[in-house]
């Protein structure tokens, strides 16, 4: 896809000689027993337990200045702004407050499951275990963390580089419990 700024693909299609070159894998048969099997399921997602909620957070994508800030500020490393318990469980609240700009929000070391996308149940490939909620313009995903395994201090940001360079980004610790 045509992509000409950081705002997102524009929608065309490169064909012909405006085509990008990407690398092509070409797999060959194989020679001998094939023991490869589709399991019957994968892993069961891990299960959601609302009684183990201790708070709700809101994180909002947005711009000002000719910057990008998420709940209005610029990155400081010298700020926590979440600092959850080990062992206790949370529900964060992404927000797109653009119109035009998707925000791919990339949270460090805890996965989350979705509860809500836009105030709907999640279905498809929003059902799984994932660390980026790609908010579209106004788009509102409501997700389940839990903070198991390690504490220490972590980033939350928005993929798209430009706007993590420009400061799309915190600072998020997990505690001890
Ligand atoms: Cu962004």
């Known amino acids: 896809m045509e992509q000409i700024n950081g705002q997102g693909p524009t929608g065309r299609r490169l064909e012909g000689p405006?085509?990008?070159?990407?690398?092509q894998f070409r797999v060959k048969a194989t020679t001998g027993p094939d023991n490869s099997r589709i399991p019957d399921f994968l892993r069961k997602l891990p299960t959601i337990n609302l009684k183990e909620v201790v708070a709700e957070r809101d994180w909002v994508f947005d711009h000002?200045?000719?910057?990008?800030?998420?709940?209005?500020?610029?990155m400081d490393p010298t700020v926590v702004s979440a600092a959850p318990k080990?062992?206790?469980?949370?529900?964060?609240?992404?927000?797109?407050?653009?119109?035009?700009?998707a925000?791919?929000?990339?949270?460090?070391?805890?996965?989350?499951?979705?509860?809500?996308w836009n105030g709907k149940k999640p279905t498809g490939i929003?059902?799984?275990?994932?660390?980026?909620a790609t908010l579209g313009p106004n788009d509102h995903?409501?997700?389940?963390?839990?903070?198991?395994?390690f504490v220490g201090r972590y980033v939350i940001h928005c993929?798209?580089?430009?706007?993590?360079?420009?400061?799309?980004?915190?600072?998020?610790d997990i505690t001890p419990g």
């Open 103 to 116: 925000h791919p929000c990339h949270v460090h070391f805890e996965e989350f499951q979705v509860l809500e």
């Open 18 to 23: 405006n085509r990008m070159k990407v690398m």
């Open 86 to 101: 080990q062992g206790t469980a949370e529900i964060w609240n992404f927000r797109n407050a653009g119109s035009s700009w």
């Open 141 to 149: 995903a409501r997700v389940f963390y839990r903070f198991d395994d």
């Open 126 to 132: 929003l059902r799984s275990r994932k660390d980026v």
């Open 64 to 74: 000002d200045m000719g910057l990008w800030t998420v709940n209005g500020s610029f």
């Open 159 to 172: 993929h798209n580089n430009v706007h993590e360079d420009n400061a799309m980004m915190l600072r998020w």
